[in-house]
């Protein structure tokens, strides 16, 4: 069965861009556009990992990070933050918050798709 990556941006076109990567490595991937909706998605869908922008309408992405940090369910879900902002105060919050890992838009797919493989324990590819 593939894994399973929820991939939470309030940009359409990026999600759509995330998940033909995604699919195309051999995950399935759950969306969703608002923090809100991502929580509802991590309770139905129980992914394997999440993919989580921090600028979102209706909740941020680091009040979900901190909701799934805070409930013993999904405490330790592999979490990358994928975001515009790389300023330290954002950084450090999502470090505090138990962020595994921190990516800054633009990135590769490549990138992106190696941080997956390495949060879900699969070897890196070149």
């Not at 999440?50 to 909701?67: E, F, Y």
């Not at 790389?86 to 190696?114: F, H, Q, T």
């Amino acid at each position: 069965m593939a894994r399973r990556v929820l991939v939470v941006d309030d940009h359409p076109a990026l999600i759509g861009l995330i998940a033909d990567a995604l699919t195309q490595a051999g995950y399935t991937v759950i969306s969703a556009e608002n923090g809100e909706a991502g929580l509802a998605a991590v309770d139905e869908h129980h992914p394997d990992l999440v993919i989580l922008d921090l600028s979102m309408p209706v909740m941020t992405g680091l009040q979900v990070l901190r909701a799934l940090r805070n409930h013993p369910e999904t405490q330790y879900l592999p979490v990358i933050v994928l975001t515009g902002r790389d300023g330290a105060a954002d950084i450090l919050d999502c470090w505090m918050g138990g962020v595994d890992r921190y990516l800054v838009k633009p990135c590769s797919m490549e990138e992106l798709l190696n941080a997956v493989r390495q949060m879900l324990g699969e070897p890196a590819r070149r």
